[in-house]
Each structure stands twice: as structure tokens, then as C-alpha cells.
């Protein structure tokens, strides 16, 4: 079946640096993309998100990126914190109101100081 | 308020108890979402209800049976639960039915069964 899943398990970073947490989706009918992060003890929380019309979306410190030609999802963190120690999800949607987000198997963000 | 409320934080139960998990908001939502999700494992969509009506069941097991009373409210009803069902339960809202709409997800109720 179709799947959502990240190449990383783990991301160590230390404090100040960049992170990027990488995506790999395999459904072409794709067309709406989410990034969460999920903290001990609590339930996800949005970061960004993207629609397939786009190849780059920017936040507040985050950045959201998409290839459609490798299925690649990324999400870029600038000068990551210790506040941003977590497991980050990508979410895939497809198009139709009856359609559902599949979420990836998260990649566990570890700031170090 | 702009957010997703759910009782109880934790709940423990025997497999012939029967519990409900309940869960609020305030936003003005009209679709509502059970997920489940398992330790170290992605969540895992269950219900959806669009318009106080259930839009999507994800070939949940019928001791699991969910409830819409009211757009602010949406409850799950557990009866005859196995150790396996042990998991975190979050419950999510999204303006509407539909993907490219933000889902915002409560805090979840960590059950655990005995």
C-alpha cells in the first residue's frame, strides 16, 4: 500500500545549528503535505505545511520543502534550540474531503548544548 | 480558545469494564478525529465525523465505538478491551472534513488496559 516514511530514526544537533529532518513519500495522488512535532507527553502540534503546487514554503524558523520528482519532503529547523528536542512527524493528504492524513514513522530531534 | 480538550489525562481499566474517552473544542470545528498511536509509532486514524456524522471508520474493532452528541463534543465508548488496545488516544479538530485543513490534536488520553 502506499506509505509515508522518514530515512532517520534519530537526528542529533547540536544547539545553534541547522536541522533537517528528510520525508519520503510513495503516493503520486498526493497533494497536501503537513509537518508535526510532538513533544513527551503531549499531542502533535503543527509546524507548516505545503500543497503540491508549491517546491518551498518558509516559517517562522522552518522551512518546508518538496520534490514531487522524488517524493522528497524536508523540513528545515534555523538555529535549532532545546525547545526543539522532539519527534517530528511528516503527514501526507490526499485530495477530496473524505480523504485522511497518513502520518510517517517520525524522526526523534535531540538538541544538544 | 483555541484548543482541544480531553478526559481523563490517563485511565486504566479491566477487559470487562466499559469507559468512555471524551474530547471538546471550542473553535467552531465541524470535523472531529480518533486517532490512535502506539510508543514510538506514528498515529493512526480511527473515526472521523464530519457534521456530527461519522464520515470514516477505519476498520476499527466494534469495542471501540465513538460517539458525536454535539459539534463540540466528541466521546469514545470502550467496552470488552484487550492489552493490545493500550495506547495513547488523541483526538483531533479541523474546521472541516478534509486534508488541507489543519487538524489541531488534544493532549490524549494514555490508556491503559489490563
Known amino acids: 500500500g502506499e506509505s509515508v516514511g522518514l530515512h532517520l530514526p534519530t537526528l542529533s544537533v547540536q544547539e545553534g545549528d541547522n536541522s533537517i529532518i528528510n520525508c519520503a513519500y510513495s503516493?503520486?495522488?498526493?497533494?497536501?503535505f503537513i509537518w508535526y512535532k510532538q513533544e513527551s507527553g503531549k499531542g502533535p502540534q503543527f509546524i507548516i505545511d505545503?500543497?503540491?503546487?508549491?517546491d518551498k514554503r518558509q516559517g517562522q524558523r522552518v522551512t518546508v520543502l518538496l520534490n514531487k520528482t522524488v517524493k522528497h519532503l524536508s523540513l528545515q529547523i534555523a538555529a535549532t534550540q532545546p525547545g526543539d528536542s522532539a519527534v517530528y512527524f511528516c503527514?501526507?493528504?490526499?485530495?477530496?474531503?473524505?480523504?485522511?492524513?497518513?502520518f510517517g514513522t517520525g524522526t526523534r530531534l535531540q538538541v544538544t548544548l | 480558545d483555541t484548543e482541544v480538550t480531553q478526559t481523563p489525562k490517563h485511565l486504566v481499566m479491566g477487559m470487562t469494564n466499559k469507559k468512555s474517552l471524551k474530547c471538546e473544542q471550542h473553535?467552531?470545528?465541524?470535523?472531529m478525529y480518533w486517532y490512535k498511536q502506539k510508543a514510538k509509532k506514528p498515529p493512526e486514524l480511527m473515526f472521523v465525523?464530519?457534521?456530527?456524522?461519522?464520515?470514516i471508520n477505519e476498520s476499527v474493532p466494534s469495542r471501540f465505538s465513538p460517539e458525536c452528541p454535539n459539534s463540540s463534543l466528541l466521546n469514545l465508548h470502550l467496552h470488552a478491551l484487550q492489552p493490545e488496545d493500550s495506547a495513547l488516544y488523541l483526538c483531533?479538530?479541523?474546521?472541516?472534513?478534509?486534508?488541507?485543513?489543519?487538524?489541531?490534536f488534544g493532549p490524549g488520553t494514555r490508556l491503559t488496559v489490563l
Open positions: 503527514a501526507e493528504g490526499g485530495t477530496g474531503t473524505a480523504s485522511k492524513l497518513t
Open positions: 505545503i500543497r503540491s503546487n508549491m
Open positions: 473553535m467552531g470545528h465541524r470535523a
Open positions: 465525523y464530519s457534521y456530527e456524522k461519522l464520515s
Open positions: 483531533a479538530s479541523s474546521p472541516r472534513q478534509g486534508t488541507d485543513n489543519e487538524q489541531f
Open positions: 503516493n503520486s495522488a498526493s497533494d497536501y
